[in-house]
């Protein structure tokens, strides 16, 4: 069994789609752990740190603004992230968050900074090429390993079919003893 902890986006909650989705097409060899995160930064990677700790988690899987907590956990485990949001100051103001929740945030050059090799080397994304909020798959080449990306041609919430088609093949190659 491999424990994972899903971390939704902004404005999404523990009954996200792509979560449930996730756990159904992985099976019973995929526990998701999908809690509620708040939309401020400390808190959220809190919670995610305390999750990975106590539940024994392997996967982070983590859909756009949720990503930015995925890649500031200070746990070392495998991190694949859906369309990730990896400059919340910039993007967040957009989807209209109050000035309190965008402050929160560092700078995604103080979180980036701090990757090292082993990091790079556990950290995968899908990018859709129609993502009509952001892409920002540039600056993830800049950080992260280019053979690491997946793309696919769905918007940034990406459908049922699209996991289907694209995200859950993704996650199999890279755990391929587990289905």
Known sequence: MINVLYIHGANSNANSNTANCLQEALGFNFKIFHPTF?????????????????????????????????????????????????NPLIELPKVNMSPEIVASYPTMECVLNNIDLEERENVYAVFSKNDELFSHKNIFMEYYLTSHILETQGKHKLTNSEIQRSVIPFILEIFPMSH
Do not use: H, M
Request: include cysteine; proline fraction near 4%.
């Open 38 to 86: 708040s939309p401020y930064y400390d808190q959220s990677v809190a919670l995610a740190n305390k999750i990975i700790e106590t539940k024994n988690i392997s996967v982070v899987i983590a859909s756009s603004l949720g990503a930015f907590t995925a890649i500031s956990v200070k746990q070392r485990v495998l991190k694949i992230l859906i369309n990730p949001c990896v």
